[in-house]
């Protein structure tokens, strides 16, 4: 019987090793940072980025780089992003960007880029309306974007989004540039090495059977 109970006891043991030695990683935790896509100086060209450096998440360092594309010529000054188009940098009806993310540089673990959050808007007025996405589509809307404010948050993390121009009234137009975009990063927890679970395993492995002998003796 008590070699019956420590078999079992071994096994038991071995089980939940393996099991902590399987284990995924695991989100430990997240930062939202809010990137200024303004330039001191007029910049113009089909795809145009912007680098927040030295950002840190749980010990976890690392740069992000939005990169902007457009239905037109992408523009930016110290007003924000627009498109070439009826209005120069500016949003106009039917007009929009595309927002993308990129993380390098990464020191001291592993980070994820879990969406962006929400946007920033410049000369947003009364007669202005719009749309956050994931697709040009629409569907589904992450953020309407009506007057009487200009940040709005999504509605759900998205790791690309479209800001686009639209009114909804034939003869009117939309005019707003982008100014900000604020983004999730989140940690990813370390998890045991294959060599050091293998390695974990194997001692358990040999104190069960020393005492199993020594019992036997």
Same mark, same amino acid.
């Given at each position: 019987?008590?070699?019956?109970?420590?078999?079992?006891?071994?096994?038991?043991?071995?089980?939940? $090793?393996?099991?902590?030695?399987?284990?995924?990683?695991?989100?430990?935790?997240?930062?939202?940072?809010?990137?200024?896509?303004?330039?001191?100086?007029?910049?113009?060209?089909?795809?145009?980025?912007?680098?927040? &450096?030295?950002?840190?998440?749980?010990?976890?360092?690392?740069?992000?780089? &939005?990169?902007?594309?457009?239905?037109?010529? &992408?523009?930016?000054?110290?007003?924000?992003?627009?498109?070439?188009?009826?209005?120069?940098?500016?949003?106009?009806?039917?007009?929009?960007?595309?927002?993308?993310?990129?993380?390098?540089?990464?020191?001291?673990?592993?980070?994820?880029?879990?969406?962006?959050?929400?946007?920033?808007?410049?000369?947003?007025?009364?007669?202005?309306?719009?749309?956050?996405?994931?697709?040009?589509?629409?569907?589904?809307?992450?953020?309407?974007?009506?007057?009487?404010?200009?940040?709005?948050?999504?509605?759900?993390?998205?790791?690309?989004?479209?800001?686009?121009?639209?009114?909804?009234?034939?003869?009117?137009?939309?005019?707003?540039?982008?100014?900000? &975009?604020? $983004?999730?990063?989140?940690?990813? $927890?370390?998890?045991?090495?294959?060599?050091?679970?293998?390695?974990?395993?194997?001692?358990?492995?040999?104190?069960?059977?020393?005492?199993?002998?020594?019992?036997?003796?």
């Amino acid at each position: 019987m008590v070699q019956l109970a420590a078999r079992r006891l071994t096994w038991g043991a071995l089980a939940l $090793a393996s099991l902590c030695c399987l284990s995924v990683p695991a989100n430990a935790g997240f930062i939202r940072t809010t990137m200024d896509l303004r330039s001191t100086r007029p910049l113009e060209g089909t795809s145009l980025s912007f680098t927040e &450096v030295g950002l840190t998440v749980d010990g976890v360092t690392f740069d992000a780089t &939005v990169s902007v594309t457009g239905s037109a010529k &992408v523009r930016s000054n110290n007003n924000g992003l627009g498109v070439e188009g009826g209005t120069p940098t500016l949003i106009g009806a039917g007009e929009w960007l595309k927002l993308t993310m990129n993380i390098t540089n990464v020191t001291g673990g592993a980070v994820l880029f879990d969406g962006f959050a929400g946007v920033g808007l410049e000369n947003f007025e009364n007669n202005d309306r719009g749309f956050v996405s994931s697709n040009l589509s629409g569907s589904p809307v992450l953020a309407a974007l009506v007057p009487r404010a200009d940040t709005f948050g999504l509605s759900s993390l998205s790791t690309t989004i479209f800001v686009v121009g639209h009114h909804p009234v034939s003869t009117g137009t939309s005019s707003f540039r982008l100014k900000t &975009v604020s $983004a999730q990063f989140s940690s990813v $927890a370390a998890v045991p090495e294959p060599a050091t679970g293998t390695l974990f395993l194997s001692g358990l492995v040999f104190a069960a059977g020393y005492r199993n002998r020594r019992r036997q003796n």
